[in-house]
């Protein structure tokens, strides 16, 4: 366990998914907030670009949960 001062390679797995899913979290909140325009509203190029943009940050946001979640989990259950 980390806490024994002992890392293992599942210890340090976890550690690097949390990681990654808050890192995810953030850049997925970071491109919204640049997307606003002056009435606090996201703007689009097109209706197209507006859909697959939206598609993939709310994948990417669900892979994020997924692997804070996991990473949770697991380092409890270890």
Not at 12 to 17: A, D, E, K, P, T
Request: charged share 15%.
């Amino acid at each position: 366990m980390i806490l024994l001062g002992n890392p293992s390679q599942s210890d340090l797995l976890c550690v690097f998914s949390l990681f990654i899913g808050f890192a995810l979290r953030f850049w997925v909140a970071q491109r919204r907030f640049n997307r606003k325009g002056p009435c606090a509203n996201q703007e689009f190029k097109s209706y197209f670009s507006a859909l697959l943009i939206l598609f993939t940050e709310r994948l990417l946001l669900m892979l994020s949960f997924v692997l804070i979640l996991g990473s949770v989990l697991w380092f409890l259950c270890l």
